[in-house]
Each structure stands twice: as structure tokens, then as C-alpha cells.
């Protein structure tokens, strides 16, 4: 007989009352994200361990030196020329409740025109010959073989589709990497919900094998540099053309995996209404999550299902067996 499966059916932090049985179902071989259980709103403290910048800035220059130092330039939107120079990390720690995650020591130098150039940073960084990387602005080899990035993103896009409202929604935040050796993986499998009536998706994040999770759930108030936001944006939806945002959930822990099933709900409090909406169901979509520690942001995009396949769901049934597994969230029942 085949495992009856529970799925959240909302992005908001669950308790065993709100998880409902499902069979699962979906495609083989996409690659994807991590199960989550999900925040209602998006946490900056959480996610700001490798960002330089939460304003959309210009004429961008990453230098990294001898000494492991990474010398970002930038103009911000009033003109202002600012330089932040970034060491004393590379890489990510698995998750620990006694180690700290490791993180940069940053120095900004504020306030200089755009014709005033900062104290002498001689630059010994090599064209990059790394991975590819989504949302890339600059990267280089380090003298040492380490690799240094900088990625930009609009991380805080409204949720449920909403056009912006704020300020913050419209930003472009850079984001600065070190590592050496393998990036964090993503792994994405679209799959169908509730007996094939709906479509949703699961995954997970692992770093080096070790699944990818923080140890309290984030919010404005709480700051857990562990713990991992997967935002989950689609395309051509009821939400209207183009990408838009669904939600943002966060990995589980300890298995670093995440579910997800697109239905109508209501957006976080403060937003324009109240009311309902979704399903965020779209042609695509889209999952973008900050690597652990100093890694780089990793991405993932693929179609939506097609019509309900009982053919496809037998393996894809078996598939979250093996990757859910563990998972107390989006627990398997037999």
C-alpha cells in the first residue's frame, strides 16, 4: 500500500493540526530546494550575513589583495561613493547550537565623492574561472585558488504578487561570497498535491552533504545565522505577467528540506488587503536561496506540471520518500 503523505498547505508555521494528507506526485530529475516551514514575513537579520548593500547601487567593483581581502566600491542612489572592505571568513559551518556561523568582519568608509579614491588596495584577484552563478555583478581568483563574488537580488519583493508598496521591494541588495571547493546544492522536485488536484513542490539544501537549517524560527526579532530563507517567485500566474513573489519559507531543521503546495492565501499582515490570494500556481518557477555562511546565492527555475499523470506520481511518491525522510514537517504516514 502505498504511504499517505501530510503537506502544508499554508506558508505559516505549522502544528500538527494543520497538516493535512496528500499523495504526493511529479516529474524525475529537477533539481530544487529545501523543506521549510514557513515565515510569514521576511526576516532581514536572518539573511544579512553576506550583505554589503540593501539599496540598489551602481558602478560596482569587487578587489580582493594578498592579505584575503576584498575591497567592494560602489555609488549608492544619492551619488555617495562607499567602499567596504570584507575578510576573516570563506566558506560555511554545519549547522551548531555552540559555534557561531562564520561571517565577514566588514569596514565601511563612508561619505567620499565619486572623484576621491580610497587608500591604496592593490588588487592580485585573476579573472574567474569558477562555477556559473546566477545574478552575478563580479567575481575573481584569489591568489590562494578561493573564489569571491558579488551577487545582486531583489530579495524583499512583496509576497502573494503584490506590486511593491515599499521602498524595500524594489531594492537590488548586493550580496558578497568567499568559498573553495563545492557550493551549496539545491534540489527542486515540482511535484502534484492533495490526489493530483494540486500542484506544489519539495527539496532540499545541503552543504557538503550535511543538510542546510537554522534552530529558531526567523522573524524581525529573532536572528539566527543558521537558519536559510527559500524564496519561491512564479511566472504568469493569477498574480498577473511576468515573475512575481509567492512567499518565503524556511528550511527544516535537521533535514534541511522543505515543501511547498500553490493555494490561495492571505498575505502578511500590513499589506495593502487582507483578502485571500492565489493559487500562485504558474507557466514557471523560480527558487532563489542564500548559500550557508559566506557561499554564494544559489537558483533554480523550471515549468510547472502538466495535467495529473498516475504513471509520473509512482515515482515521485518514492522520491519524497527518500529525500523527505526524516522530515517532521511534511512527515510520511504509513
Known amino acids: 500500500m502505498t504511504a499517505a503523505k501530510r503537506h502544508p498547505r499554508v506558508d505559516q508555521p505549522l502544528r500538527a493540526s494543520r497538516l493535512t494528507r496528500l499523495r504526493k506526485g511529479g516529474i524525475r530529475g529537477l533539481l530544487g530546494l529545501a523543506s521549510v516551514a514557513a515565515a510569514g514575513a521576511f526576516p532581514p537579520s536572518t539573511e ?32 555617495e561613493r562607499r567602499n567596504v572592505i570584507a ?54 581568483k584569489a591568489p590562494d585558488g578561493s573564489y569571491w563574488a558579488l551577487q545582486s537580488w531583489q530579495r524583499l519583493e512583496p509576497m502573494r504578487g503584490f506590486d511593491p508598496f515599499r521602498p524595500e521591494h524594489t531594492a537590488y541588495e548586493l550580496h558578497l561570497s568567499h568559498w573553495e571547493g ?3 546544492v539545491l534540489e527542486v522536485y515540482p511535484n502534484w498535491t492533495y490526489g493530483g488536484g494540486l500542484q506544489g513542490m519539495f527539496g532540499r539544501l ?33 498574480y498577473g505577467s ?17 515543501c511547498y503546495t500553490f493555494v490561495a492565501q492571505a498575505p502578511p499582515p500590513g499589506y495593502p488587503s487582507p483578502d485571500p490570494r492565489g493559487p500562485g500556481l504558474g507557466d514557471q518557477h523560480r527558487i532563489t536561496v542564500m548559500g550557508p555562511g559566506v557561499t554564494p546565492i544559489v537558483r533554480w527555475t523550471g515549468p510547472r506540471l502538466g495535467a495529473y499523470s498516475e504513471a509520473l506520481d509512482a515515482p515521485i511518491n518514492e522520491l519524497f520518500d527518500q529525500v523527505m525522510d526524516g522530515d517532521r514537517m511534511c512527515a510520511v504516514e504509513r
Open 242 to 258: 511576468g515573475w512575481k513573489r509567492d512567499t518565503a519559507i524556511a528550511t527544516h531543521r535537521p533535514t534541511g528540506t522543505f
Open 206 to 238: 545541503t552543504y557538503l552533504g550535511v543538510p542546510v537549517h537554522g534552530f529558531r524560527t526567523p522573524s524581525p526579532r529573532t536572528n539566527d545565522p543558521y537558519s536559510r530563507m527559500v524564496y519561491i517567485d512564479t511566472f504568469n500566474s493569477v
Open 182 to 184: 563545492q557550493l551549496p
Open 87 to 140: 575578510a576573516g571568513a570563506i566558506n560555511a559551518r554545519h549547522p551548531s547550537t555552540e559555534v557561531p556561523q562564520v561571517s565577514f568582519t566588514k569596514r565601511y568608509t563612508a561619505g567620499l565623492s565619486q572623484n576621491r579614491r580610497p587608500t591604496r588596495f592593490d588588487n592580485a584577484c585573476a579573472p574567474y574561472d569558477g562555477p556559473s552563478l546566477a545574478l552575478l555583478v563580479a567575481a575573481c
Open 48 to 79: 544579512a550575513s553576506v550583505r554589503i548593500s540593501a539599496e540598489t547601487v551602481t558602478q560596482v567593483r569587487l578587489r580582493v589583495n594578498q592579505f584575503g581581502q576584498a575591497l567592494v566600491t560602489y555609488v549608492e542612489s544619492d551619488g
